[in-house]
């Protein structure tokens, strides 16, 4: 079986971090910002569409110089204002110990995914690690999703995709791989329901059970 794997909200709690250089680059811009329960619902979506989001504005230039100012302070502080779940090691390893074969999966630039998971111990786990490019390409989750059943020749019915927001669900069922949602990161239950999951993990002690439960039903 193979098990791709979201990094925010998943793996880690990074609204820390996230949050700090949100507030970063709208400060820098002298921008008003949402307080930090708002700005806990972008944890997961591609950046470029959360300032999209945020700034209520199309114009490319303004995007860009957000994102230039968020990701100046997070490559220097926000990266590591950060946590692994507690239970996501030991969830991990049971997964590799029942066969499965673990592919990071995540919107987040590779170059920061790597650094993530390297600092964090976690790297070990994942047969590769997959995220988008700085410009754009591949933050969408079906595009990305897409691209690593490609580059690893999975079938996409022997393949799980495991996170906490809609857009990992979506992303998983353009691609005809079967979606696992977990409810201790930052989307609901109903926001996962809604987007089309229909299996749900409360811990990650629970993880390995529900895939292998999810993996036989998904090759029938």
């Known amino acids: 079986m193979n098990v791709l794997v979201d990094l925010d909200g998943t793996l880690t709690d990074s609204a820390p971090g996230i949050v700090a250089c949100i507030k970063h680059a709208l400060a820098e811009m002298r921008l008003a910002c949402p307080g930090d329960a708002a700005l806990r619902n972008f944890i997961g979506p591609p950046l470029h ?122 992303g998983a069922k353009a691609n005809t791989v079967f979606p696992i949602g977990v409810l201790w990161g930052y989307g609901s239950r109903d926001e996962l329901a809604e987007a089309g999951a229909t299996v749900f993990c409360e811990r990650p002690d629970g993880l390995n059970q529900i895939v292998g439960r999810t993996c036989p039903a998904v090759n029938a």
């Open 49 to 170: 569409e959360t300032f999209r989001t945020i700034l209520e504005s199309d114009d490319p230039g303004q995007i860009q110089t957000a994102l230039a100012l968020y990701r100046e302070r997070f490559a220097a502080r926000g990266i590591f204002e950060n946590a692994v779940y507690p239970g996501i090691p030991l969830a991990l390893q049971e997964l590799v110990d029942a066969g499965a074969v673990l592919f990071l999966a995540t919107s987040k630039p590779l170059p920061y995914a790597e650094r993530i998971v390297e600092h964090f111990g976690l790297r070990g786990y994942f047969s590769a690690v997959y995220g988008s490019e700085f410009d754009g390409t591949r933050s969408s989750k079906a595009e990305l999703i897409a691209h690593i059943l490609k580059a690893e020749a999975l079938f996409p019915r022997s393949t799980v995709m495991v996170g906490d927001r809609s857009h990992d669900v979506v």
